[in-house]
């Protein structure tokens, strides 16, 4: 066996050791810039929390941190140093809560998921539908707004619909030379192109969604709701 380099024998690895970092720095750039993007994209910004594994690079968390929304830290699986699943299911339990109690509320419905899914709420917050058959036809702002009034920070609509940004509605000359995949035969997206995406996009609520619960408060928003739902008929 060769004699170990600290000890005067050669050195088994050669490389210069800013060669090592070269791939691994701009791959990391771009990520950062990812991350950034897709924050503004998900209008993540104060009220929101990021769940976040408590070993990984300072980079990864920082965009969401300039956002102003909160980091909240998870355990690491010891094997794959990733965020560890149980932890983080943990941390997002009353968000079932609550949507297994829209089930039983009037005039509101939680979105689905998928199976195997379970509903966290991130991005946007959490999503419910709203049906206004179900309360005679009240008007959504009137809702949201008595929600308000109860103490419940509920929003409509959540984020934008992507086709409707003007970029893609009307189409947008990106290189500036007019052969772009936006411009000449492109047909953009007129209001009305995507009827029953937008005829949904009108019902969507949503709520912001905190990991590090209160004890009760998830009870309280389901009560809000339905003290607001069982009495509609003075809203009317």
């Not at 009240?138 to 419940?152: Q, R």
């Not at 934008?160 to 009307?170: E, I, P």
Request: charged letters at 25%; hydrophobic letters at 35%.
């Amino acid at each position: 066996m060769s004699l170990l380099a600290i000890n005067g024998g050669p050195k088994a690895v050669t490389v210069h050791p800013a060669e090592n970092w070269k791939a691994p720095v701009e791959a990391v750039k771009q990520q950062v810039c990812k991350l950034i993007y897709d924050g503004i994209w998900f209008q993540c910004g104060p009220g929101d929390e990021v769940l976040h594994p408590a070993y990984t690079w300072i980079c990864s968390i920082a965009p969401a941190v300039h956002m102003g929304a909160r980091p909240v830290f998870c355990e690491v699986d010891p094997e794959t140093l990733l965020i560890d699943p149980s932890d983080l299911e943990k941390r997002i339990q009353y968000r079932a809560k609550i949507f297994e109690a829209l089930g039983n509320i009037k005039g509101i419905t939680p979105v689905k998921s998928y199976p195997k899914a379970k509903p966290a709420g991130f991005y946007g917050g959490m999503h419910m539908l709203y049906q206004p058959e179900e309360l005679d036809g009240l008007p959504v702002e009137k809702l949201l707004e008595t929600l308000k009034a109860e103490g419940v920070d509920m929003s409509h609509r959540g984020y934008g619909l992507t086709h409707r940004l003007k970029l893609f509605a009307d189409g947008f000359d990106i290189y500036g030379k007019g052969n772009g995949p936006l411009t000449g035969d492109y047909p953009g997206y007129p209001e009305g192109s995507l009827p029953v995406t937008e005829e949904v996009h009108n019902r969507i609520l949503g709520m912001p969604t905190y990991i590090e619960e209160t004890p009760g408060d998830s009870d309280a928003v389901v009560q809000a709701m339905e003290k607001v739902t069982e009495n509609y008929k003075e809203l009317l």
